[in-house]
């Protein structure tokens, strides 16, 4: 489910908890660069978050509760964005790697291949593919 679909569906409290995800990650490597943060606005942006909410998940992420995502695409989605988020200042770091690996197995994403997804993910992203054209081939990966 893309961002936009979840703001449609008035899913607040999964918009909260993605991008709540999204700071954690940021943080994940002591810094939070000016592009991991309009990465973050636009992201907040697209789902209609406020201002107001922004700052409560910056000032207070532990009082932001993990909503799981309920089907296979919007874990693949939400895996996408942090590892979008992780590539965007061009310094794989590691504790953003572990970050994204752990939140991939917190989704339920099957821990045999998430270090595949990982890597795929790495790849369409570093070749300029759009989430929309991948999600079926990371789908079969995430199912095998």
Known sequence: MSAIELRNRGDRKKMMSHVRNLVALAYADGKFSDEEKQYVANV?????????EMKQIINDPEGIRFVMPTNDIEKIEQLYDLILLMMIDGDLNENEMIFCRAMAIKMKIPYQVVDEMVAKVINFITDNFYIEDVIGELE?????
């Open 140 to 144: 079969e990966t995430m199912n095998v």
């Open 44 to 52: 907040a942006a697209e789902v209609g978050m406020t201002a107001d």
